[in-house]
């Protein structure tokens, strides 16, 4: 195929990813200067088409970037008013008294929201400083300079064929060139994963370590609604299977969300995250809950737990990595929207302070020092210890350990020093002769549900005629090499159903239905032969959350 030509646009800071860290990044740099010239690529059908987050929202990064967010009209509307913590039995449950824990772990404070409506709300404080805001722009490629610096990204490239050759409907993109690209894409980004990886930038850190978070939202019997109430569980029906959890918070209009995550650092190769989800429902207290509702939203989304250990450098030549591309997820208080909000405003502040100097292109490290010195990586090194604790010693070892480091954190010192997370969750998956089958009920159409039917309610749309966004690096891994030593995980993990092994003429076939992706990138994370490559489909593409 002839070399493509692509018309090109001039910025002073191109960004990538219209969630929190994007647009704090955008808004930020508006306000230190008016004429800068901004431009944020979303590659979701409108910004919050891709948010999916817990939530319950510390404000502290909304009170740091827009200090009168309420006058402004911010849809923070829930606060907090009652904080729960469950270990669960199968048939029981037993309440964990708030008082022990660090002061860090109360909710008092903050809000329950929806983070696509508050990344819609953002979007247009963005527009309303200029910020050209371009949804439906898939970033596809990095564009490098002549020093090997990043100097911006192609964007809106439409129409490819399956087969990856330019249809009658095909459209170039263009490439936006910056002074200073921002890639906000969130967890495991394509374009992220290729600059740590040409720059090196996470040689000194330890391995990045995931979790796979499952949400739907219910619309609930009014008797059983108690706005402004948070509850998180622990326990059933995990057990030593999995590391993870659950959090169920009542927002407005009788609606509830309840979600599920688990942590893909589990050995087990049959195990089925989604269906761990499905199985919870059906605890006496969460059944109870759920009686008489209805589901109305799905979604899935990786989650990264490997906090202030594992923080990339966030720097190269030309381009800066903000909130979820670094991993800044505070673990045990499980938030990270705060911390995004926060580096895209310390992003900004370094890039304005560059330009304004003259600079460009090169390596913005007063940001990526703040993010370590600042108040992020206060919040994360106090809480450095829990996740390493958990992933060797299991639930009540965190519980009990990891609260008294979190504890002699507060003072300022640790017992522990610094634990590392040794392998990588691919790296962390057993052999299948090592482990049982796990024998999941049907689900029950009532408060349990099948992949596909769940992922309809993810409004996940994918043109068909496109090349697969799923690249598998060596297609004969997975009938060779995962399906004989692993049973093919991929079967399993995957919260959508888009990989499935079928029998052909007596062969076992390696299907990959792409249509159903709802872009949680756990493919990416936890296959063991890491030959699964998440890249971005087409524009608008993928699903579309309504107030997730």
């Known amino acids: 195929m002839a070399e493509i030509e692509r018309e090109s646009m001039e910025y002073d800071v191109v960004i990538v990813g219209g969630g929190p860290a994007g647009l704090s990044a955008a808004i930020r740099l508006k306000q230190l200067d008016p004429d800068c010239q901004v431009v944020l690529l979303e590659k979701g059908s409108e910004v919050g088409a891709h948010i999916l987050s817990g939530a319950v929202l510390d404000p502290c990064g909304l009170d740091a970037l827009i200090p009168d967010w309420k006058d402004k009209g911010a849809p923070l509307n829930v606060p907090v008013k009652q904080d729960n913590f469950y270990m669960l039995g199968e048939a029981g449950r037993v309440r964990v008294p708030n008082w022990p824990m660090p002061p860090l772990m109360s909710n008092h404070g903050n809000y329950i929201v929806s983070m696509g409506n508050v990344c819609r709300w953002m979007a247009e404080q963005a527009e309303g400083l200029g910020v050209e805001i371009f949804p439906g722009m898939a970033c596809s490629e990095l564009v490098y300079g002549e020093t090997g610096e990043v100097k911006g990204v192609v964007a809106g490239e439409m129409g490819l064929q399956s087969d990856g050759t330019p249809g009658p409907q095909y459209e170039p993109g263009m490439e936006l060139h910056g002074k200073y690209v921002m890639l906000a894409e969130g967890v495991r980004g394509s374009l992220s994963k290729e600059v740590i990886a040409k720059y090196d930038l996470a040689r000194d850190a330890e391995p990045q370590k995931y979790g796979l978070g499952m949400k739907e939202i219910w619309e609930i019997d009014p008797d059983k609604h108690n706005e402004g109430e948070v509850t998180h569980t622990m326990g059933w029906p995990l057990g030593k299977n999995a590391g993870g959890g659950s959090f169920i918070y009542h927002l407005e209009n009788n609606q509830v969300y309840v979600g599920f995550v688990v942590h893909l650092n589990y050995a087990n190769p049959y195990l089925s995250p989604y269906h761990e989800f499905q199985r919870f429902k059906h605890h006496p207290m969460v059944a109870e809950l759920l009686k008489g509702g209805k589901r109305v939203a799905y979604g899935a989304r990786a989650i990264s737990e490997g906090g202030w250990q594992s923080m990339p450098k966030a720097v190269a030549p ?21 911390n995004a909000m926060l580096s895209g405003k310390a992003a900004a502040e370094a890039a304005h302070a560059a330009l304004k100097a003259g600079r460009a292109s090169d390596e913005l490290t007063d940001y990526d020092a703040e993010l370590r010195s600042g108040p992020i990586g206060k919040d994360l090194k106090r809480v450095r210890n829990v996740k390493p604790l958990w992933s060797r010693y299991g639930l009540f070892a965190s519980l009990a350990v990891g609260g008294l480091d979190m504890w002699t954190n507060t003072l300022g010192f640790s017992l522990l020093g610094t634990l590392g997370h040794k392998k990588s969750d691919a790296e962390a998956t057993g052999t299948a002769d090592q482990h049982q089958p796990i024998d999941y009920p049907k689900p029950d159409g009532t408060l349990s549900f099948d992949r596909l039917t769940n992922v309809a309610f993810s409004f996940t749309n994918h043109e068909e005629s496109q090349p697969a966004h799923l690249k598998l690096l060596d297609p004969d891994i997975p009938i060779e090499v ?52 998440w890249t971005v489909p087409q524009g608008g593409d993928g699903p579309n959350y309504p107030n997730m």
Do not use: M, W
């Open 482 to 533: 995962n399906l004989p030593r692993y049973a093919e995980p991929a079967q399993r993990y995957c919260p959508a159903g888009v990989y499935e092994v079928v029998e052909e003429g007596g062969d076992a076939k390696f299907v990959i239905n792409f249509q159903n992706c709802v872009h949680c990138k756990t493919c990416d994370i936890k296959d063991p032969s890491q030959n699964i490559k």
């Open 318 to 338: 030309g381009v800066a990595l903000l909130g979820c591309s670094v991993g800044l997820v505070n673990v045990p208080r499980i938030k990270g929207n705060h």
